[in-house]
Structure formats: C-alpha cells, structure tokens
C-alpha cells in the first residue's frame, strides 16, 4: 500500500502557483519523498526529490516540513501543459544506492484553468 | 540525460502469442530496471523488479511464468508476456535506476485480440 495521502483533485488558475500537499506521516529516517506527474497515456516523469532539506529546481520546489510527515510541491507558475496527475511517493535506496521499488498511490488530478 | 525508451510503443497480438517488449536506458547505465503496468483509470502497478545479471523479483499475484524478465545488460530489459489473453491488454511501463532516482519510459500500448 502507498505510504502517502494526496486530495484527489485540485484546480489551479494558469500563471498562478499550484501547491500540491501529500502527507507522509509513517515515513522513516532513510526514505526520500519523491514527486512524480504523468500526463494521460504517457510514462511518469521525474520531477524533484528530498530528504530532509527544501529542494528547488528547474520544474518546482519541494517543501518539507521539520518532522518529514508532509511535504508540499510547488509549481511557481502553472501553465495548460502542467495539467496532470501529481503523484507523491516515499522510498529508500538500497545498499547499492539505486532507489527501492516505488509504489504509487492514486495521486492528485491537477487541473490548470486558463 | 537520463532517457529511458520503450519498443514498441503500440503492439496488437493475437490471443496466444507473446510480445517482448524492451526497456532501455540510453545515457546511463542502470543495475536494476522496475516493470509496472497500467489499466485505464487506475494507478501504476509494480509488477517486478529487474536487476542485472540476476533473477526478477515479482510483487504478489503476478505470475512469473507468464511475464518473462530478463536483464541481460546494464542499459536493456526485456519483459514478454507469454501466452497473452485479452485480460492482458494493458499499458506496460518500465523504469531504470540512477542514483536514487528512477526514469520512467514512455510506456507500451498492449492490445490482445
């Protein structure tokens, strides 16, 4: 079973920040929080990872909170094309330091209004 | 970098055929490749771990004899599904480890007739 919660749907107006929240609250000391989207009928893409620090990138930005048991992805500027299910995912890596399996939940619907 | 492609990406098959399908990592080399599959409106599914030179790991309920895995390198895995029914069309999707993330690939379209 996925070890996280995320609302099923939001809606966010285009040009304005999307804040996605997934709550993690069984996580443990090794895990990292994983953010992933998937467009319809395509493969999920990478977006950003954490383990304990704020995380920012060329997509988003990945804020988690001091006890690790939520986190947030922030799209800055939601445009059409950011339309899709966000998926939120905690896993560790293993002692080879490739990550462990990921198991997906059923991830927010992100729908960006223009 | 970190690219992952899939071929094919369509395939229609008859009830009783097998499909192979590939999964490859072309920027990088990945030691353990993971394969899920999709049914319309659900989320992914882990079907099996693959890791290089060694036996797949399958999650629960999924039939190792039917889907055959098979990771001969360190940028190719292989999944074919063996003796396909129509219950096995589905949309098959592959991902490859680097570092502590995993790529995903585009995803294959599985239709049995």
């Known amino acids: 079973d996925a070890k996280t919660t995320q609302p099923p749907s939001m809606d966010c107006a285009e040009g304005r920040a999307a804040n996605l929240p997934c709550n993690h609250s069984t996580i443990s000391g090794n895990e990292y929080v994983y953010w992933y989207r998937q467009i319809h009928s395509q493969g999920p893409q990478y977006i950003i990872h954490g383990l304990k620090n704020n995380e920012t990138n060329e997509m988003a930005s990945l804020i988690i909170t001091e006890d690790r048991k939520s986190s947030t992805l922030i799209l800055p500027h939601a445009t059409l094309r950011d339309t899709a299910v966000y998926y939120c995912i905690v896993s560790s890596s293993n002692y080879g330091g490739a990550t462990n399996k990921l198991i997906f939940g059923t991830g927010t619907l992100l729908a960006v209004q223009p | 970098g970190a690219v992952v492609s899939q071929h094919p990406s369509r395939v229609i098959c008859k009830s009783g055929t097998s499909v192979k399908i590939e999964c490859r990592s072309l920027?990088?080399?990945?030691?353990?490749m993971f394969w899920y599959r999709q049914f319309p409106k659900q989320s992914l599914m882990l079907m099996a771990t693959?890791?290089?030179?060694?036996?797949?790991?399958?999650e629960q309920g999924v039939e190792k004899d039917k889907f055959l895995i098979n990771h001969a390198s360190l940028t190719l895995s292989t999944l074919t599904v063996t003796s396909a029914h129509p219950e096995d069309s589905s949309f098959y999707i592959c991902?490859?480890?680097?570092?502590?993330?995993?790529?995903f690939g585009p995803g294959t379209r599985l239709t049995v007739l």
């Open positions: 920027d990088f080399q990945a030691t353990t």
């Open positions: 991902s490859a480890s680097r570092g502590v993330t995993q790529y």
């Open positions: 693959s890791n290089e030179g060694s036996k797949a790991t399958y």
